[in-house]
Each structure stands twice: as C-alpha cells, then as structure tokens.
C-alpha cells in the first residue's frame, strides 16, 4: 500500500502522550497513529468480527456438538451443575 505523508501540528503533552504510548507497544509513533485512526474508522472491529465469523464458521459443529450434548443433559453451560 502506498503511503501518504500527513504532517499534523499537535501541543507537546499530546506529542509526549504519543511518544510513550507508541514505545510501550514497541511501535513507531506513525503506526501508533494509523492504528488509531483505523480503530476509529472501525477496520480493526470489522477485522475482528469477520476473523471471529471465520471462527465460528469453522468450529461449528464442534459448538454444535457441544451445547447438543448440553442440552440433552440438563445441564446449563457455566452454571457450575
């Protein structure tokens, strides 16, 4: 993907804030932003749904198996019973 160069003018308590965010995720403070901003955009929620869809998806009829064994035994799933 190419990338575009967007200079942003920020007072230093935020430049500070980000500085330290972005070293102790171990990322540079650019990434720092761009995760940022896609989280707000929501392509990490929309990343994440459909990486769980996948999951469900694949693993189905194990859940299925497994709440219909449940079920047939009367017994609720984390109920303790």
Request: aromatic share 8%.
């Amino acid at each position: 993907m190419a990338k575009t160069q967007l200079n942003v003018r920020v007072d230093e308590g935020t430049a500070r804030a980000a500085r330290e965010r972005a070293l102790a995720r171990g990322i540079s403070v650019n990434r720092y932003i761009e995760e940022l901003v896609r989280q707000d955009t929501g392509e990490a929620g929309r990343t994440f749904v459909e990486a769980a869809a996948d999951f469900m998806k694949q693993y189905e009829s194990v859940f299925a198996e497994e709440f219909a064994e449940t079920r047939g035994t009367g017994t609720a799933v984390g109920d303790g019973r």
